[in-house]
Nanobody, 118 residues
């Protein structure tokens, strides 16, 4: 069982940066692949970035490549999403998730709102 809590969201302007954090409870955090997803109003939830447990390999969605960076600190049971060059279209609720692989997620956080004004 893993409990996830996101933080770090807020209201920023175009071009600003934010760092989201996702703190996990549970002793096996390091064995989970972690991902960030987002859902904008009226849209389906979409994949943003993910990081593998074994080697830290990362994968990004095309809209955020070169601007966002996912990382993890297993000693702190935390995964981060560094977001630079934010755009209004990045406005969404951001969720972190954990799972046994990069393609299956069993646990989800409650989400944190990111709003980018133009």
């Amino acid at each position: 069982q893993l409990h996830l809590v996101e933080s770090g969201g807020g209201l920023v302007q175009t071009g600003d940066s934010l760092r989201l954090s996702c703190a996990a409870s549970g002793r096996t955090f390091s064995s989970y692949a972690m991902g960030w997803f987002r859902q904008a109003p009226g849209k389906e939830r979409e994949f943003v970035a993910k990081i593998r447990s074994s080697d830290g390999n990362t994968i990004y969605a095309d809209p955020v490549k070169g601007r966002f960076s996912i990382s993890r600190d297993n000693a702190k049971n935390t995964v981060y999403l560094e977001m630079n060059g934010l755009k209004p279209e990045d406005t969404a609720v951001y969720y972190c998730a954990a799972g046994p692989s990069l393609y299956k997620y069993d646990y989800w956080g409650q989400g944190t709102q990111v709003t980018v004004s133009s």
